[in-house]
């Protein structure tokens, strides 16, 4: 039995606007785990830096992608909504797991080859220890869960890996410490679940749904008006067939299947059940449907996050001041342990 309280973790990056993929594969288990759940939900800042960011643009992304946790419906009465930046215990245990994790482990991440492209030598090192960074996210307040996207998967595994190697490496002075089932760091549960953890471009099928990528159109930001999201739909790339009737008929299909998977998220249905109604018509009647859809849960969002963004700039930096001074009350206690299991304190 774990002397771990159940507690959530979890955190976007602020590198632009957030999108469908951020919506559907992290916030929708984000707000419901609210209502069961302690829970911490953090904009994380240092993690955007690990590639140039603007510092115009990286202020004004802060107060945007908390804009969009409010519009979306996280409640700062009954989380903890704060940014990375202004709890330093973020970076002092991350350096610490910096030297317990192994090089071998960061080579072996897929996002750091992704991003960091042919050119690795030109990569920021923040960009290859962005992992650990993570791992100090989660591991600095004893989380339990982690709701994230499919994409996050192999950065948890390596949270967990972190944490059982520093409970091994320091089992004699936890153990003096009087912790007396060794453990020290929790291994975080990755919560990877619900009916669209990966969602894709609207441009090509095959490629994540990403904040990143220069076209715009490939992706459904919360922020975009009706016409633009219609829009969006209507030019999203599909193959020449009809939609099938079945869900084994998707397969080789990655854009119809995207799209379907899109609607039952959005719908609360199941894949089959929108295959059901639309599955042998022409992807013109389903694209309408989903224009439809997506317009109308998204579209008061996105006028949420402009309204606060204009009116209400005050209430999201004093949420997240309010956020930051919890967060820290939770993790320098966690931290102060911590330093004192691997030695840094003389008496
Ligand atoms: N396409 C996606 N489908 C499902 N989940 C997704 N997530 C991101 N993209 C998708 C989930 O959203 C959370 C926050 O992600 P992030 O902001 O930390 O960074 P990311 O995963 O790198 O997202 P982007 O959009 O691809 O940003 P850039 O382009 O800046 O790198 C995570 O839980 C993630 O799984």
């Given at each position: 039995?774990?002397?771990?309280?159940?507690?959530?973790?979890?955190?976007?990056?602020?590198?632009?606007?957030?999108?469908?993929?951020?919506?559907?594969?992290a916030?929708?288990?984000?707000?419901?785990?609210?209502?069961?759940?302690?829970?911490?939900?953090?904009?994380?800042?240092?993690h955007?830096?690990?590639?140039?960011?603007?510092?115009?643009?990286?202020?004004?992304?802060?107060?945007?992608?908390?804009?969009?946790?409010?519009?979306?419906?996280?409640?700062?009465?009954?989380?903890?909504?704060?940014?990375?930046?202004?709890?330093?215990?973020h970076?002092?245990?991350?350096?610490?797991?910096?030297?317990?994790?192994?090089?071998?482990?960061?080579?072996?991440?897929?996002?750091?080859?992704?991003?960091?492209?042919?050119?690795?030598?030109?990569?920021?090192?923040?960009?290859?220890?962005?992992?650990?960074?993570?791992?100090?996210?989660?591991?600095?307040y004893?989380?339990?869960?982690?709701?994230?996207?499919?994409?996050?998967?192999?950065?948890?595994?390596?949270?967990?890996?972190?944490?059982?190697?520093?409970?091994?490496?320091?089992?004699?002075?936890?153990?003096?410490?009087?912790?007396?089932d060794?453990?020290?760091?929790?291994?975080?549960?990755?919560?990877?679940?619900?009916?669209?953890?990966?969602?894709?471009?609207l441009?090509?099928?095959?490629?994540?749904?990403?904040?990143?990528?220069?076209?715009d159109?490939?992706?459904?930001?919360?922020?975009?008006?009706?016409?633009?999201?219609?829009?969006?739909?209507?030019?999203?790339?599909?193959?020449?067939?009809?939609?099938?009737?079945?869900?084994?008929?998707?397969?080789?299909?990655?854009?119809?299947?995207?799209?379907?998977?899109?609607?039952?998220?959005?719908?609360?249905?199941?894949?089959?059940?929108?295959?059901?109604?639309?599955?042998?018509?022409?992807?013109?009647?389903?694209?309408?449907?989903?224009?439809?859809l997506?317009?109308?849960?998204?579209?008061?969002?996105?006028?949420?996050?402009?309204?606060?963004?204009h009116?209400?700039?005050?209430?999201?930096?004093?949420?997240?001041?309010?956020?930051?001074?919890?967060?820290?009350?939770?993790?320098?206690?966690?931290?102060?342990?911590?330093?004192?299991?691997?030695?840094?304190?003389?008496?």
């Amino acid at each position: 039995m774990s002397h771990f309280s159940p507690r959530v973790f979890s955190g976007m990056q602020p590198t632009g606007n957030l999108h469908l993929g951020n919506y559907l594969g992290a916030m929708l288990n984000w707000i419901a785990m609210q209502e069961t759940h302690e829970c911490i939900y953090c904009v994380v800042d240092m993690h955007a830096i690990t590639v140039w960011q603007d510092p115009k643009e990286l202020r004004r992304a802060i107060v945007d992608v908390t804009a969009a946790y409010l519009a979306c419906g996280l409640d700062p009465k009954k989380s903890i909504i704060f940014n990375q930046s202004q709890v330093a215990e973020h970076a002092e245990l991350a350096w610490i797991l910096n030297c317990v994790a192994r090089m071998g482990w960061l080579n072996r991440m897929t996002q750091f080859k992704e991003k960091a492209g042919k050119d690795k030598e030109a990569a920021s090192v923040g960009l290859f220890v962005y992992p650990t960074l993570m791992a100090a996210d989660i591991l600095g307040y004893h989380a339990t869960h982690v709701p994230v996207g499919e994409d996050q998967k192999q950065h948890l595994e390596l949270a967990r890996d972190i944490a059982v190697k520093f409970n091994n490496d320091y089992a004699e002075a936890i153990a003096a410490a009087g912790i007396n089932d060794g453990v020290f760091f929790p291994s975080p549960e990755p919560f990877i679940t619900g009916p669209a953890t990966r969602v894709m471009s609207l441009r090509d099928g095959t490629k994540k749904m990403s904040k990143s990528d220069p076209s715009d159109l490939s992706r459904l930001n919360l922020i975009d008006d009706a016409d633009t999201i219609a829009k969006k739909i209507r030019k999203a790339k599909t193959d020449p067939e009809p939609l099938p009737t079945e869900k084994a008929g998707l397969k080789g299909r990655p854009e119809a299947e995207n799209l379907t998977g899109i609607y039952a998220a959005l719908a609360g249905e199941s894949v089959e059940k929108v295959l059901g109604q639309y599955g042998g018509g022409q992807f013109s009647v389903f694209k309408n449907a989903l224009a439809d859809l997506a317009v109308a849960k998204l579209a008061p969002i996105g006028a949420e996050i402009k309204r606060m963004q204009h009116d209400d700039r005050a209430h999201v930096e004093k949420v997240l001041a309010d956020g930051s001074a919890r967060a820290r009350a939770i993790a320098a206690p966690i931290l102060r342990k911590t330093r004192e299991l691997v030695g840094f304190v003389l008496s």
